[in-house]
Structures are given as structure tokens and as C-alpha cells.
Nanobody, 124 residues
Framework: QVQLVESGGGLVQAGDSLRLSCLASGRTFSITAMGWFRQAPGKEREFVATINWTGGNTYYTDSVKGRFTISRDNVKNTAYLQMNRLRPEDTAVYYC?????????????????WGQGTQVTVSS
């Protein structure tokens, strides 16, 4: 099993930055990729970004390209999501996820483990 704990959410103004962290524990050697999803009120949970745990390759949804950066620290077993130039439409609960088999997963079913989420609120 792998446990995931997110941190770093908060209330910011449009144009500000935040960095989310996701600490993995347990059988972390089994992780092949980690990702971030978000869910706004009344909406489906959507993919944001993913990173391959060994090679470091990344992939983003179009709406965050050029503003968000996903990274990882294999020694600390932590994934990060640096969010710059935040917009009110980025407001959501952000979830970290990990997979044991996929390389650059973008779909929810490709992930095996999920964190509890951290709230990000961007005011206009």
C-alpha cells in the first residue's frame, strides 16, 4: 500500500503562486508515476498534471500549460505542483494520486492510490 498526504493549499489572489506537496509513504518503490487532479464544486474530478517517477517526463492539461509545473524528489518521496499566475477558475480541491503500473497516466482509473485533497481558492 501507498499513503499520500497533500499540503500547501490555501486562499490566494488571482496572479499569485502556490506550491502543493504530496508526500508518499509505504511501498513507494512500487510507484511508476504520480499525478495531480482537481475537483471544483459541482464538477467532475479532472486531470491536471502527471510525472513519470523514474524518467521525470511530464504531461499537462492544456489549461495549465505554461503556468503549472509538476516535479518530484525521489529521495524525499514527494511530488510537487508549482502553480503560478493562478486564476479564479483554478479554485478546486487538488488531489494527489499515484500508480503502480502506468507511465504517464491522465485518467482516474490509471491511478491506484489517492490523497485526501487540499483546498485551493483563488479570489478575483
Amino acid at each position: 500500500q501507498v499513503q499520500l498526504v497533500e499540503s500547501g493549499g490555501g486562499l490566494v489572489q488571482a496572479g499569485d503562486s502556490l506550491r502543493l506537496s504530496c508526500l508518499a509513504s509505504g511501498r513507494t518503490f512500487s510507484i511508476t508515476a504520480m499525478g495531480w487532479f482537481r475537483q471544483a464544486p459541482g464538477k467532475e474530478r479532472e486531470f491536471v498534471a502527471t510525472i513519470n517517477w523514474t524518467g521525470g517526463n511530464t504531461y499537462y492539461t492544456d489549461s495549465v500549460k505554461g503556468r503549472f509545473t509538476i516535479s518530484r524528489d525521489n529521495v524525499k518521496n514527494t511530488a510537487y505542483l508549482q502553480m503560478n499566475r493562478l486564476r479564479p477558475e483554478d479554485t478546486a480541491v487538488y488531489y494527489c494520486a499515484a500508480t503502480r503500473w502506468a507511465t504517464l497516466p491522465t485518467r482516474r482509473y490509471e491511478y491506484d492510490y489517492w490523497g485526501q485533497g487540499t483546498q485551493v481558492t483563488v479570489s478575483s
